[in-house]
């Protein structure tokens, strides 16, 4: 097995060589599995692909984005990397469920329980960088060459929208003119990104607030001025809620996780958060402290959360509100979340199309 390769801040090379299908038979590497098996693999896609409803009509090339952070001189940036990953880019993520979406005896099997993946649909795998507003795609070697046409032309669009995408970032940076022409702010906010001695190089998820959970329908037209996780799920493919269950179990953790590490720190920098960042030392890659004193901090520094509003998470869930109760009472740690209020829920019943009192 040769491992990928990682950059300097922790990226994945998008070329390195992975191994994944372990051919179904059981390779140890220092005691530990070494690839996964076809039903793993099939388990694994299904799971994701039924999570958010695409289940049919298949694009050609269907893009699989994760996103993590690089920034200089920034001990922090791994408070911007993805809270599902542990804290880490999902790079890896990304690029292995593409290659394990793309595999013939995982589309066989997928097959055989309702999901057909047309031969002409190519799984990529990407990371979007979301303090330098770059975008990487992985094993592009390998698109077919029917699609690498395709490929090259959603390329523009994605960098279009990374254009705006920066343009609608800057209007916090007082550094930036958000006027400017789209070209020149996305070169600022590149430059923000490496910059040694920039101490707002991300503001991340400051002034999250809302999570949402069900068809982008619900949200279309709405400007949520980055404040909204979105979560794609489709009520109509999962009528009794038994894929709903497996997509709530993470957003306590890892959304209201993040909402709650902004929140505490927002509420008092001082004890909760991480005060000013820029005398921290690094200590042992573990933690930081606040120049020759020795206590580890343990929030987030002033300059991520200057402009965030301590407000808990409201969850938005697309179902009825009978089948919302029962997936969030089938498991206990799930339930501690709503019942203690540390992240607030709302049922927006699909069928009534009203949101209950």
């Known amino acids: 097995m040769s491992p990928a390769i990682s950059n300097a801040f922790g990226h994945m090379d998008a070329n390195g060589s992975l191994t994944i299908d372990s051919n179904d038979k059981m390779i140890l590497e220092d005691s530990l599995r070494v690839g996964f098996s076809t039903e793993d693999m099939a388990n694994r896609v299904e799971k994701l692909l039924r ?5 049919s009509e298949f694009a050609p090339l269907v893009y ?11 001990p ?3 408070a911007h990397d993805c809270g599902a990953c542990s804290g880490r880019p999902g790079s890896i993520n990304a690029r292995v469920f593409a290659a394990m979406a793309n595999n013939e005896k995982v589309r066989s099997l997928l097959n055989e329980r309702g999901i057909k993946i047309p031969d002409s649909t190519f799984f990529v795998g990407g990371m979007h960088d979301t303090a330098s507003d770059m975008i990487e795609f992985s094993d592009v070697a390998y698109i ?4 690498k046409d395709l490929h090259k032309s959603n390329v523009i669009k994605f960098e279009q929208a990374l254009n705006k995408n920066a343009k609608e970032r800057s209007r916090r940076f007082a550094s930036i003119n958000s006027k ?28 999250n607030s809302v999570c949402m959970v069900g068809r982008r329908d619900i949200s279309k037209h709405l400007f949520l001025d980055r404040r909204a996780f979105l979560n794609s799920y489709d009520y109509r493919t999962d009528p009794e809620g038994k894929i709903l269950v497996d997509v709530l179990k993470p957003i306590g953790p890892v959304c209201g996780g993040i909402n709650l590490e902004y929140y505490f720190s927002r509420v008092d920098n001082h004890k909760l ?4 960042k820029l005398p921290h030392n690094v200590v042992g890659l573990i933690g930081v402290s606040n120049g020759c004193d020795g206590d580890l901090r343990p929030g987030l520094p002033v300059q991520m959360i200057e402009v965030h509003d301590p407000v808990r998470l409201l969850v938005v869930v697309e179902h009825r509100p009978e089948i919302v109760l029962k997936c969030i009472q089938s498991n206990s740690a799930m339930y501690e979340w709503f019942i203690n209020e540390w992240v607030h829920l709302i049922a927006f019943d699909p069928i009534e199309e009203v949101l209950p009192l």
């Open 76 to 78: 922090h940036h791994g």
């Open 144 to 147: 077919p060459e029917l699609l």
């Open 180 to 207: 400017d022409v789209l070209g020149n702010i996305r070169k600022a906010i590149n430059n923000r990104s490496v910059s040694f001695f920039e101490p707002r190089p991300e503001l991340g998820h400051g002034t």
């Open 64 to 74: 699989a984005v994760a996103h993590g952070s690089s920034s200089a001189n920034n």
């Open 51 to 55: 999570s958010i409803g695409l289940v």
């Open 273 to 276: 958060g991480a005060g000013t």
